[in-house]
């Protein structure tokens, strides 16, 4: 009687240990479902921040002359209206405050040639460096012409100054020293000589 207790006792202890085998494989079944799901797909993985886009190039080309694209709309509509204005951030990101060496930076740099001679045309000054130009030549009075776009700068009474002088359509076949007939638009810069910055920005258009 009491061996057949055992028995029992021993088969109820047999049932129970396969019952917690059967839940724990399949508990351990399900774990590791869960567990090559987490591997393939890694739900939980740390959050990795969507790396910010490369800067844009600046809207413009430090290899390509001033233009009228280097004008925002509002600025061309002061102009046409007023002649010039007063700005204290001009084109190409340059502002008063920074330096030459950063204008100079954001402009073709071909200088050419350096004057100094007082018959000279246009905003030429006695002591001048042709930053750029579409072209130089002598007008058909021996003076020294330089063909817009172009950049210069002038030394005068201790000042340096930066002119930009740029057509605002592209001048007809030929126009050479008559290019002064045709509109144009000029961004000027003051620099102080004593800490070579920006003192002052002008954006102008004649004919």
Not at 9 to 36: N, P
Not at 42 to 70: G, I, M
Not at 145 to 168: F, K, M, Q, S
Request: glycine share 6%.
């Amino acid at each position: 009687m009491a061996q057949r207790r055992r028995q029992e006792q021993q088969m109820k202890r047999h049932q129970r240990i396969i019952t917690a085998l059967c839940i724990a494989g399949g508990i351990g079944a399900v774990l590791l479902s869960v567990l090559i799901c987490i591997l393939i797909f890694n739900p939980f993985a740390a959050h990795v921040p969507v790396s910010a886009p490369v800067a844009t190039a600046l809207p413009y080309s430090a290899a390509e002359p001033f233009s009228l694209s280097d004008l925002t709309t509002a600025q061309v509509s002061q102009i046409r209206k007023n002649g010039r204005i007063t700005v204290s951030d001009g084109p190409r990101g340059v502002s008063i405050g920074d330096t030459l060496e950063k204008l100079m930076e954001r402009l073709p740099s071909t200088i050419v040639e350096t004057h100094e001679n007082s018959a000279l045309t246009g905003m030429q000054s006695e002591e001048q460096i042709i930053l750029y130009c579409a072209d130089y030549f002598e007008n058909q009075n021996g003076m020294m012409t330089v063909l817009p776009p172009r950049g210069l700068i002038d030394v005068d009474n201790g000042e340096i100054i930066v002119t930009l002088l740029a057509p605002t359509s592209t001048y007809p076949a030929g126009t050479k020293d008559n290019y002064g007939a045709y509109e144009h638009i000029y961004c000027v810069y003051t620099i102080d000589p004593e800490t070579m910055t920006i003192a002052s920005i002008v954006l102008g258009i004649d004919q």
